[in-house]
């Protein structure tokens, strides 16, 4: 994988007048269709790494012999990728399943294309999606990413924005930000990024399969922010994606 080591940190929307005088995160609502973070000042290490970067990643075990593809994965209350859906193709000599993998147990691998999974073939019930083992047992709210990517974005009001497009987490797999593209009606164009912190969900349970995802900021609060830098996000990320690949060998 093509890793740069640099120290950059990409600051996040939201300027002071974001918050109250105080500095807290700005009230949050929501209703039964809409999820809410709140507004913050937040960073973003150029070392993470986003979603679709996950989801297209090829998977090899241990001795470097191919399992398959990643499909999915699941985040859990705590904001971590919990586990790994992969599609394998020969997995205990079964020509394709799917097989849950505990994130613990994958690598990946920042010097090499593609990533691995740490599995023990003679235990297959501990990779059902169905059944967990105890180090991987999926949570009451845990959600898989399919959920969120594909949400409309609503701002304060109920206002329309744009289009959920990708996530971004830290090298440890913390989901730190959800990537926005503004619809084709707004005076914006390019990535805009917002902090996730399930903290700050007030009075309310997070309902992953909502088809909406609401920001308690209105449209003057966010355009006056400069957009979010994706593509040198994902250019500096510790997986490499098709995207990036494309934009090096044309750039060759």
Do not use: C, H, W
């Not at 985040?75 to 394998?88: E, K, M, T, Y």
């Not at 609503?154 to 959800?178: I, P, T």
């Not at 909502?210 to 003057?220: G, H, K, N, T």
Request: charged content about 25%; proline content about 2%.
């Amino acid at each position: 994988m093509r890793i740069q080591n640099l120290a950059f940190i990409f600051s996040f929307l939201f300027a002071a007048q974001a918050f109250g005088q105080s500095g807290e995160d700005a009230t949050v609502s929501s209703n039964d269709d809409t999820r809410v973070i709140g507004a913050g000042l937040q960073r973003l290490e150029a070392n993470g790494f986003t979603a679709e970067a996950l989801l297209e990643q090829d998977v090899s075990g241990q001795d470097g012999q191919p399992i398959g593809e990643v499909i999915n994965f699941e985040i859990s209350d705590d904001n971590l990728i919990q586990r790994v859906l992969i599609n394998s193709d020969g997995f205990l000599g079964i020509d394709e399943t799917v097989i849950a993998v505990p994130y613990d147990a994958i690598d990946l691998t920042e010097d090499e294309d593609g990533i691995r999974a740490k599995i023990e073939e003679d235990d297959t019930d501990a990779y059902s999606i169905f059944s967990p083992n105890d180090k991987s047992t999926a949570s009451a709210g845990s959600y898989r990413v399919s959920s969120l990517i594909g949400d409309d974005v609503l701002l304060k009001g109920g206002d329309e924005f744009g289009y959920l497009s990708d996530l971004a987490f830290d090298r440890n797999g913390r989901l730190q930000a959800v990537i926005v593209q503004p619809d084709i009606t707004i005076d914006a164009e390019g990535y805009y990024a917002f902090p996730f912190e399930r903290s700050n969900v007030s009075g309310t349970s997070f309902d992953p399969s909502a088809s909406s995802y609401s920001v308690s900021l209105d449209r003057e609060a966010v355009l006056k922010n400069q957009a979010f830098d994706y593509n040198a996000f994902s250019e500096n990320s510790i997986l490499s994606s098709s995207a990036t690949q494309t934009s090096e060998t044309s750039s060759q």
